[in-house]
């Protein structure tokens, strides 16, 4: 829990729940805070309803006041409070409950059950998570059960919607800010899924992904899962084509390789969301989409060479660009 549970000394930290609704449907939730912001706002909730359709796509982005990261209880057990909007809570088994609502909408929300990255890994970064890095990358549940309730004061939703039983996948991001480019991926379908994040940092390409199923579960990370200046690799190939909103990374190991694939519909179902930087939040600096469809390989090593041993396909994943992977990134008149 230690990972989720607030760092008062790092320089940025988010907190990142995608609920997965019974109709198809998604909402995306950030809470972030850039405490000594130097220009920009520091403070960030981010709301964002998806449906299965991905249009028409509702967002509230709220430049609050303060969020307060209160440790309030043993086992890392805490509360982010929204003076504006209300709150979410952390408790040390890992329930989680949203109490959050404005004038334009409300979320509340508790889950039961957390489901780690790993049961040898309580974290995607392992042994990374100790080193100084400028970003951290924790994986708190791959799907957690919950009931919930919302609403949303401008859209017509139909009751069943509204509220029921959902899956939630939650993550935290912390440490100096945001990579120039970044790429990141998450796909689930029963108790099978992949989740993948990584980018340009410190002069290299890293990423860090996993793969999980009842019977097979794989981990890739540096030193398998890097490049140094973007070029050299022996292990990892990425390419990024955001001209056709497609990416493609294989990382081999010494008796497993993993390829995955993602691309999703050119123009529609995207939403920008701001980031978190040393200067505050810049706005629009990545794009998502919850349309797309990931492809994934695994090979194992034989005596003549790599064989396939699973083919999976998941739609209506996650995709996102990032920084420099983002051409249309930068502040919107709106």
């Known amino acids: 829990m230690e990972h989720f549970a607030p760092h008062q000394s790092a320089a940025f930290e988010g907190y990142y729940s995608k609920f997965d609704l019974p109709s198809g449907a998604h909402i995306a939730l950030i809470i972030c805070s850039v405490p000594n912001a130097t220009s920009r706002p520091p403070y960030m909730v981010s709301f ?10 509702f967002q509230c982005h709220h430049w609050v006041s303060d969020i307060q990261r209160i440790t309030n209880g043993p086992g890392h057990a805490f509360e982010l409070r929204v003076p504006e909007l209300g709150s979410m809570i952390c408790d040390a088994d890992g329930k989680t409950s949203y109490n ?5 909408w409300s979320l509340d929300a508790v889950t039961s059950g957390r489901e780690p990255w790993s049961s040898t890994k309580r974290t995607p970064e392992g042994w990374l998570i100790k080193l100084p890095l400028p970003l951290h990358w924790h994986v708190q549940s791959l799907a957690s059960p919950c009931v919930y309730k919302f609403s949303i004061k401008s859209v017509n939703l139909p009751g069943t919607e509204t509220y029921g039983r959902a899956t939630i996948h939650q993550e935290k991001n912390w440490a100096s800010s945001f990579p120039s480019s970044h790429m990141w991926i998450q796909a689930r379908a029963d108790n099978r899924g992949i989740c993948l994040a990584g ?10 992904l996993g793969y999980r199923s009842p019977d097979l579960n794989l981990d890739f990370v540096p030193p398998l ?9 022996p292990f990892m190939s990425v390419d990024v084509d955001w001209a056709n909103r497609a990416f493609t990374i294989s990382v081999s190991g010494l008796w497993r390789k ?12 995207w ?10 939040h810049r706005e629009n ?11 994934v390989e695994v090979w194992a090593r034989g005596w003549w060479g790599w064989n396939a041993v699973r083919t999976e396909r998941f739609e209506n994943a ?4 990032g920084g420099g992977y983002f051409p249309g990134r930068g502040e919107k008149n709106e």
């Open 100 to 104: 959050l609502r404005c004038a334009e």
């Open 199 to 208: 980018g340009k940092i410190m002069g290299m390409t890293a990423y860090m």
């Open 225 to 233: 899962a890097l490049s140094v200046f973007g070029v050299f690799s």
């Open 318 to 321: 996650s995709l996102e660009f």
């Open 285 to 295: 600096f990545v794009t998502e989409s919850f349309l797309a469809v990931v492809e």
């Open 271 to 280: 939403f920008g969301l701001g980031c978190p930087f040393p200067e505050g």
């Open 48 to 57: 964002t309803y998806y449906p299965e359709s991905g249009s028409p796509i």
């Open 258 to 269: 993993i390829v995955v694939r993602a691309k999703a519909p050119k123009e529609e179902g």
